[in-house]
Nanobody, 121 residues
Framework: QVQLMESGGGLVQAGGSLMLSCTAS????????MGWYRQVAGQQRELVAF???????YYEDYVKGRFTISRDSDENTVYLQMNSLKPEDTAVYYC???????????????WGQGTQVTVSS
């Protein structure tokens, strides 16, 4: 059983900062990439950023220059440092990990339970 445990959400004023973290635990072979998505009620879940096994990073345009994703491979943890937060960043943030359970090419997607980020104006 694989679990993704998120922490770090909360309430912050516009212009403030928060750091989210997500740790993968359980039985798996390797983590191919980890990332963050967010979802506003009534809207589709959208990608925020991800980081691959070999350190390649992707950001959606709306967070470039404000958010930083990083990864501690030894701890199976991914972080999202969010600076210069805006009210429109308010959402539930979900951790995602694509991993293999055994040696081989087959990959599986796992999700955290979500953590609320609220940015007040």
């Amino acid at each position: 059983q694989v679990q993704l445990m998120e922490s770090g959400g909360g309430l912050v004023q516009a212009g403030g900062s928060l750091m989210l973290s997500c740790t993968a635990s359980g039985s798996f072979f390797s983590i191919k990439h980890m990332g963050w998505y967010r979802q506003v009620a009534g809207q589709q879940r959208e990608l925020v950023a991800f980081i691959t096994e070999d350190g390649r990073i992707y950001y959606e345009d709306y967070v470039k220059g404000r958010f930083t994703i990083s990864r501690d491979s030894d701890e199976n943890t991914v972080y999202l440092q969010m600076n210069s937060l805006k009210p429109e960043d308010t959402a539930v943030y979900y951790c995602n990990a694509e991993l293999t359970l055994v040696a081989g090419p087959r990959r599986f997607d796992y999700w955290g339970q979500g953590t609320q980020v609220t940015v007040s104006s």
